[in-house]
């Protein structure tokens, strides 16, 4: 057997068993178990998480991203690893501080959108607890002094979040406003109120 025949038996198997493309180096990598901050997957294209909002924030014009870190806690004893369950809602912009939450233990972030009007987008929690389903609802808006309430604290029932009813809307034509939605409870039934608010003002 000479050299040619040799090496043309050797490559044989490898040309046989189909197409073999190179990968594209622009392909993002599909998330992996280890792309994860307490059990949440990040986004395979980008550095945050799955659970995460975009939104400009600050009003500088440049988007980033937020997220709610929970505390580390135990559902059945209803405890956390800190005592006071405070969740922390962080951002990809190191120049925003993070948001402490007191009594929350998880939950996603909603962007309200630009309620005032002046190119900063307001942040909204509804938190999650062990019990019950009323829940208070929370808004933010970045000023030079750092997060402040958007709006008084809303109270919210699940039966309102199951009717898809949003605890905050964007009135359009009308900065400085918004739709707010809260939870009554009556003798017999839960209702949910409805009316235009005017945000605080800094």
């Known amino acids: 057997m000479n050299n040619r025949t040799f090496l043309l038996l050797f490559l044989l ?6 197409p073999h493309e190179s990968p594209d180096p622009a392909a993002p990598a599909a998330p992996s ?3 994860t ?9 980008s550095p945050q998480r799955i659970d995460s909002i975009r939104g400009d924030f600050n009003g500088d014009g440049q988007p980033e991203w937020a997220w709610l870190v929970p505390p580390a806690h135990n559902s059945d004893s209803m405890e956390c690893a800190d005592g006071a ?5 962080r951002f990809s912009d ?15 972030p909603d962007n309200l959108g630009d309620l005032y ?16 389903c ?8 970045f000023r030079a002094a750092g997060w402040k309430p958007a709006l008084d604290t809303l109270s919210t029932h699940c039966i309102q979040w199951d009717e898809g009813k949003k605890a905050v809307e964007k009135i359009p034509g009308r900065p400085g406003w918004a739709r707010v939605r809260w939870s009554e409870s ?17």
Do not use: N
């Not at 307001?122 to 999650?128: F, S």
């Open 37 to 45: 901050t307490r059990g949440k997957a990040f986004v395979a294209d």
């Open 117 to 132: 009007g002046d190119g900063r987008d307001v942040l909204g929690l509804d938190p999650d607890w062990f019990t019950s």
């Open 134 to 141: 009323w829940h208070g609802y929370y808004t933010w808006t």
């Open 85 to 89: 369950c405070v969740a922390s809602i």
């Open 13 to 18: 198997p490898a040309c046989t068993d189909g």
């Open 33 to 35: 178990s280890t792309d």
């Open 94 to 108: 190191g120049g925003l501080p993070p948001i402490a939450v007191r009594q929350c233990i998880g939950g996603t």
């Open 186 to 202: 009556t003798d017999d039934s839960i209702l949910v109120r409805t009316e235009a608010r005017p945000l605080r003002k800094y």
